[in-house]
Structure formats: C-alpha cells, structure tokens
C-alpha cells in the first residue's frame, strides 16, 4: 500500500521557466492538499483539490502558479516562468476525508530556481 | 498560525529523559489539532491529533494536552530516543467548517547522548 508519492523529488530551473510537481495520492484518497516550505519555517497551506475540483485556493499565489487534479492520474502544482523566490520544498498530501483530517504526506519536491 | 520566517527554536533533551514541546494557536475557533514530526529531508509525519472536546490524549509515549482557554497545545514525549529528533509541528484546524490544516513555526528537538 503505496504513500502518497511525489516526483520528482529534486527539480531544477532556470528562471522564467515552467515548473511541473507531481503528486499521486494514497489509494482511495480523493482529497489533495499541496503545502510549501522554507527552511527553517512550517508549511503554509497553498491548495486544496478534489478530484476535478478546486475547493479552496486561498494560499495560492495569484499569478504563475495553478494547480489542477484530473480525473485520471496524478494532481500537478503547475509554476510558470519560475524566480528565485519560488525555490522551496513543496509537500503535498492526501486525505480520505474533505475535513482536512490526518493528511499523510508525500516526501516533498525540492525546487530549485537558478 | 501561520508560520512566519524566523529560525526554529531548539529544545535540547537528554536521551531517557521527558520532552514537552509547546505550541500556541491562533484561532480560537479552531476544534482539531494534530502534531506532526518532520525529519531532515522527509515530508511532515502524523502523530497524535487531539479535538476540542477533550483537553487529553495518549498515545504510544506520546501525550497531547490542549488547553482551549489560553489557545495551548503541548506534546509529551516520554523517555526520549535519538530516533525522536525532529521538527515537530503543531497544527490546526476549523474541522466543522474549513479544510485545510494550518501549521505552526515548528519546534526542533535534539537528542543529547
């Protein structure tokens, strides 16, 4: 029984380039959650996704970034034209339930932006 | 709340003994807390959660104990092992209403021999 699984799990960029992040949820888990970090700092909530279905956006940067989980295959953190200030680890997790509940977590993408 | 940019505090144990980590909420409406252990390189791992019908909860050497009055959540590990060092988080939630979890800053706990 597979964990949540992320890839790749290092990324590098140059800037203005796309950034593609993957995340296949746990088997049955419909729920999925992406979360960035910086050293040193917690998680900060960026999206929440059901299948096909955006439910709550509020951490998500504006501009360059979307995030989508299709009906089949994986959810993807999608970041256009990539800068500097988006080199971070970016988790993403799953839940069985909407309520936000015991999210297991993936083993994070480490992004790099040069 | 939400966690803001400044280094994470350290508490330092040695090996045998008891740790409690502390963590301060920020939302008094929030009725789900969880604290997550997070090692170098790895995605954040459950622990405990504890809802706020109850002020205590146990699990396998660890305890959490929440004290809805002054917003504070704290994790007891008992007979620290070098395996428990880690980052651990405190996090919350508005489980009747919201769906998404919302971490703490986080507290590194080191091991000493």
């Known amino acids: 029984n597979a964990g949540v699984m992320q890839n790749p799990r290092h990324l590098v960029r140059r800037r203005g380039q796309e950034a593609r992040l993957r995340c296949s949820p746990m088997?049955?888990?419909?729920?999925v959650y992406w979360y960035r970090q910086l050293p040193e700092e917690g998680l900060k909530f960026m999206v929440y996704?059901?299948?096909?279905?955006?439910?709550?956006e509020s951490g998500m940067p504006k501009e360059r970034f979307s995030a989508e989980f299709p009906k089949e295959g994986p959810s993807i953190l999608r970041i256009q034209q990539v800068v500097r200030g988006d080199s971070a680890a970016y988790f993403c997790a799953s839940s069985p339930k909407p309520e936000g509940e015991k999210l297991f977590f993936g083993s994070g993408t480490q992004l790099s932006v040069l | 709340g939400e966690s803001v940019g400044l280094h994470l505090p350290t508490l330092s144990v040695q090996e045998g003994d008891n740790s409690i980590i502390n963590c301060a909420y920020s939302?008094?409406?929030?009725?789900?807390f969880i604290w997550y252990k997070q090692e170098s390189g790895k995605g954040p791992q459950f622990i405990i959660d504890i809802r706020s019908n109850m002020d205590k909860r146990q699990g396998q050497r660890v305890t959490v104990l929440l004290n809805k009055t002054v917003k504070h959540l704290s994790l007891q590990i008992a007979a620290t092992q070098p395996g428990d060092s880690a980052v651990y988080f405190c996090?919350?939630?508005?489980?009747?209403?919201?769906?998404?979890?919302?971490f703490g800053s986080g507290t590194r706990l080191s091991i000493r021999p």
């Open positions: 939302n008094s409406a929030s009725d789900y």
């Open positions: 996090a919350e939630n508005m489980y009747s209403s919201a769906s998404k979890i919302i």
């Open positions: 088997k049955g888990h419909s729920h």
């Open positions: 996704l059901q299948k096909e279905n955006i439910i709550d």
